[in-house]
């Protein structure tokens, strides 16, 4: 079980699930968030506008002064006021497209910039990014939901490139991308009708699963997208 847990995106959803869960453990969890501190006393908040990236810079070497031996990027948007997945490439749109890309890899990929030269450094430290199985070029076999699946490959190559990166500086670093299953979040509350019994899972449950498969979770298997089960994905 983890010491120190860094979630970054973990103001709602999987991810403030994934700071209840580990402060109900006994780790020290900090949080970097653009949502405002909740009531938790366990848990060490830090609120992130992402305005410049510099004052990011700052908010990491912050958290990182608890040396957090496990790390999870949370960020991410299937839909929102602006518009839902495509059904097909004649309902894509240049703006949302964008849109999805800052969300799922712009955000993510500047701060594993700023946690490069901790993840170069640290012993035995482990980088989970929440991706999503439709992310998976391979798995892909329904198509539609353009700029999330796009997106999400995206995601993908970038933890991909990251592992190698940091492979050849700390062969102990685990880093991967991992797809959490369907969870009862406002993210799949659209699309929960449909679902076979037994497939959505509630937040705390789907908590437990990732922090299982971190805990597990080795070097031998930097670089790979993984399934909520700790079965690897098709790229």
Aim: hydrophobic letters at 45%.
């Amino acid at each position: 079980m983890s010491n120190a847990v860094l979630i970054i995106g973990g103001g709602s959803g999987i991810g403030l699930a994934l700071a209840q869960y580990y402060a109900a453990s006994g780790a020290r969890v900090s949080v970097i968030s653009r949502q405002p501190a909740p009531q938790h006393p366990k848990i060490n908040w830090l609120q992130d506008n992402l305005a410049a990236e510099t004052a990011s810079a700052d908010i990491i070497a912050k958290a990182l002064t608890q040396q957090p031996d496990t790390i999870f990027i949370c960020n991410g948007v299937l839909h929102d006021a602006s518009g839902m997945p495509e059904k097909t490439i004649r309902q894509l749109d240049s703006d949302i497209l964008a849109a999805r890309f800052a969300s799922n890899v712009q955000v993510p990929a500047m701060y594993l910039k700023l946690l490069f030269g901790y993840l170069c450094k640290q012993p035995q430290v482990k980088l989970l990014a929440l991706s999503a199985k439709v992310g998976s070029i391979g798995d892909n076999a329904l198509g539609g939901w353009y700029s999330y699946r796009i997106s999400k490959a995206a995601l993908n190559m970038l933890i991909k490139n990251l592992s190698i990166e940091v492979g050849r500086l700390n062969k102990t670093a685990a880093i991967v991308s991992i797809h959490p299953g369907t969870t009862d979040t406002e993210l799949s509350a659209p699309f929960q009708q449909n679902l076979p019994v037994g497939q959505l899972q509630s937040p705390d449950a789907t908590a437990k699963r990732l922090a299982s498969v971190a805990d597990r979770l080795t070097a031998a298997q930097s670089g790979n997208l993984l399934n909520w089960d700790g079965n690897v994905l098709p790229w």
